[in-house]
């Protein structure tokens, strides 16, 4: 097909921020061999859940080496390297120490992104002179968590015009690097990476990329713009947008970047089954996930369950594999974030979709999510029902706060009570998190 050449006139300036990634490299299992001195210098796998069918989701840079994979099982990853130690993740740790990385990266500028629990993107535009100055200023930061927080963790730290470049370039040198891609670099950097290197080529679209005569990161810079995105739309404008180092996203900050929805979600052992303690469980979500809510300040107008059966249609591979078997949800008249409304809506959804069948998945997910107005009632049976409302908000809050003091088995709900080990605190480490404890 022939080449056809599109926007020739398109103006794009290139970005002239200093904007820096922060990576802190192995970071779970760095964490755990902090804490216990007997596991450092050791292959360790940090798993979801301690069991042959739990997920690796950490190794250790000794285990890296060896070939433990996050994403393996126990098994799989037991065979891989043997005699690897493994432990059960503890997300209040985690949390606890990236509290304290992040309020020393607060130091350097005050747009700091939270973007994941162990990564953050800072914009340095205005604070330093230019990229020699920053990578002075976080080589410090460096510095101050081996000393401060722990002499076994370590980060990998990226500068550059652009948050690709920068996250880019934290990547680039691993564990403990710090790479700095500006203009006159750039190419040097493109030359060693893949087509794959870029978010959403894969496979078929690298052979797409290949039919178009770009086989490189630097082909693709070079190609015009207006080419690119007529093959792929929106797609080919921010590839050719990250390769120029032209921004089109800005730091987002912590305190506005409040997420769209909140939810939990927890695969369901046999065992639970069999004591009846399903929809405790279901409860326990609801709860730790609306107590989430509360403390972001956020109300929830829908609330979502969904349920997956072991023996469903949708049933794919062994038992531990989380499958959808249905879900409901049911929209509040008026936006709530008390445990009272919460679990009532949850219990009631359960039950409209379980069917005395094994239970092997549950998530329950906020959202519309919007934060209290002070709208003003007239009526007496919006009064009364403010009054209730404001009584259960209260209790709810209250509730909160003793379970942040005291641990969150002081104060349950009925079922609740029943549960042991069940539905454990865990982390999630692909997304902006609270880092409050749940
Ligand atoms: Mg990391």
């Known amino acids: 097909m022939a080449a056809r050449r599109y926007g020739a006139d398109m103006i794009l300036a290139p970005s002239n921020k200093l904007i820096a990634h922060l990576d802190m490299n192995s970071y779970f299992a760095s964490v755990e061999q902090q804490a216990n001195p007997a596991l450092r210098g050791k292959a360790l796998g940090v798993c979801a859940y301690l069991h042959e069918s739990g997920c690796i989701i950490a190794a250790s840079i000794e285990a890296k080496k060896q070939g433990m994979k996050v994403g393996m099982t126990v098994r799989e990853a037991r065979l891989q390297v043997p005699g690897a130690v493994f432990v059960e993740n503890d997300a209040a740790k985690y949390r606890a120490v990236t509290s304290k990385v992040f309020s020393l990266l607060r130091e350097l500028t005050d747009k700091v992104e939270h973007y994941s629990i162990d990564e953050a993107f800072l914009d340095l535009t205005g604070w330093y002179r230019d990229a020699a100055e920053a990578s002075w200023a976080l080589t410090r930061v460096r510095a101050r968590i081996k000393n401060e927080i722990g002499d076994w963790l370590r980060c990998s730290i990226g500068i550059a015009p652009t948050r690709f470049l920068a996250k880019t370039a934290s990547d680039f040198k691993k564990p403990n690097g710090l790479t700095i891609i500006d ?162 809506a949850a219990s009631q959804l359960f039950q409209d979709i379980w069917t005395n069948e094994q239970v092997n998945f549950l998530s329950v997910t906020f959202s519309d999510l919007s934060s209290p107005t002070n709208q003003i009632r007239f009526n007496d049976a919006a009064i009364s029902y403010c009054n209730t409302q404001e009584r259960r908000i209260r209790a709810s809050r209250a509730a909160d706060a003793i379970r942040d003091r005291y641990g969150s088995a002081v104060i349950v709900y009925g079922d609740m009570m029943r549960l042991n080990k069940e539905a454990p605190d865990r982390i999630g480490f692909r997304k902006v998190e609270g880092l409050e404890m749940q």
Not at 250 to 268: F, L, N, Q, R, W
């Open 183 to 344: 203009r006159e670099n750039l190419d040097s950097i493109l030359v060693q990476l893949q087509l794959e290197d870029i978010c959403g080529i894969a496979k078929k679209t690298r052979r797409r990329l290949e039919r178009l005569g770009i086989m490189t990161l630097i082909q693709m810079k070079n190609h015009p713009i207006g080419n690119l995105m007529h093959e792929f739309g929106m797609n080919g404008y921010f590839w050719w947008c990250k390769l120029n180092a032209i921004e089109f996203e800005d730091v987002v900050m912590a305190e506005t970047a409040m997420p769209k929805s909140i939810g939990h979600s927890y695969c369901v052992p046999k065992q639970t089954n069999r004591e009846g303690k399903v929809l405790p469980v279901l409860m326990r979500l609801t709860e730790r996930a609306g107590s989430r809510m509360r403390k972001l300040g956020l109300r929830a107008s829908l609330i979502y369950v969904s349920v997956g059966f072991a023996n469903g249609p949708e049933k794919r591979g062994s038992f531990w594999q989380p499958q959808v078997g249905s879900g409901l949800h049911i929209r509040f008249p008026e936006p709530v974030d008390d445990s009272f409304s919460l679990l009532g």
